[in-house]
C-alpha cells in the first residue's frame, strides 16, 4: 500500500499501482486473510471488512469491495483492529487494541473471543502467532498470554466456585484439583 495513492501489486516484476483503489488507499489497513486463491479479506481500521478479489490475468485490475454484512464488522471496528496472523487450521486471528483477539472462520462470522473473560491478562492484543502443537501466543500490552486452543479450560474464578487463594493444582485420575487456602476443589466435567 501506498499510503494516500494507491495499493500496489506485482505484475510483470513490477509494482503497478491498482485501478480505482486510490480512496481506499487514504486507509491504513491491518491485516489481510486468505480466503481462497483469489479471494482476500482486508481489514481497516474504522472501515472493517473488504474483500479483495485478486485478478490472476490483470492484477492491477484486482477489485477492492466493502463487505457490510460480514457478521465480525462492527465488532472489529468498535474493537480498533491491531494485526492479524492465519491458524493452520483455516482460521484466522484478528489482534485488537480495546477487545482482545478474535477467531473468524472464512465467513468471516467470529467463532470465539479472547479476552479477559475468558483467560487471557488484558484486552490489547498487538500481535501472536499459532505454535507448531497448535496453541495461540498473544503479545499483549501487559506481557503475553499462552491459549492452549485444544483444552476447554479457560478460566476458573469464583464464579465457578473457586474460594480463596490458589496454592497448587494437580491432575490426578484425569481429574484437575486445585488447592486453595479454603480447601481443595476439583474439575467436574458434568
Do not use: H
Request: charged share 20%; net charge positive.
Amino acid at each position: 500500500e501506498d499510503i494516500d495513492n494507491n495499493f500496489l501489486v506485482l505484475s510483470s516484476r513490477v509494482l503497478k499501482p491498482v485501478i480505482k483503489s486510490e480512496a481506499l488507499a487514504a486507509n491504513k489497513f491491518y491485516l489481510t486473510y486468505k480466503i481462497s486463491n483469489s479471494l482476500y479479506a482486508i481489514g481497516f481500521r474504522g472501515l472493517g471488512i473488504y474483500t479483495a478479489n485478486y485478478n490472476a490475468a490483470n492484477p492491477e485490475l484486482t477489485e477492492f469491495k466493502q463487505v457490510p454484512n460480514a457478521p465480525c464488522n462492527q465488532e472489529l471496528i468498535d474493537a480498533e483492529i491491531v494485526n492479524g496472523f492465519p491458524l493452520s487450521n483455516g482460521n484466522y486471528v484478528v489482534t485488537s487494541n480495546k477487545a482482545g483477539a478474535f477467531i473468524l472462520n472464512k465467513d468471516l462470522a467470529i467463532i470465539s473471543k479472547l479476552n479477559s473473560k475468558t483467560g487471557i491478562y488484558d484486552e490489547n492484543v498487538k500481535g501472536g502467532y499459532e505454535d507448531v502443537n497448535g496453541n495461540i501466543w498473544l503479545a499483549l500490552n501487559y506481557g503475553v498470554s499462552f491459549v492452549e486452543v485444544k483444552s476447554p479450560l479457560r478460566k476458573f474464578t469464583r464464579k465457578n466456585g473457586i474460594n480463596g487463594v490458589v496454592q497448587s493444582s494437580t491432575v490426578y485420575n484425569n481429574v484437575l484439583y486445585i488447592a486453595t487456602d479454603k480447601g481443595v476443589f476439583y474439575f467436574d466435567t458434568k
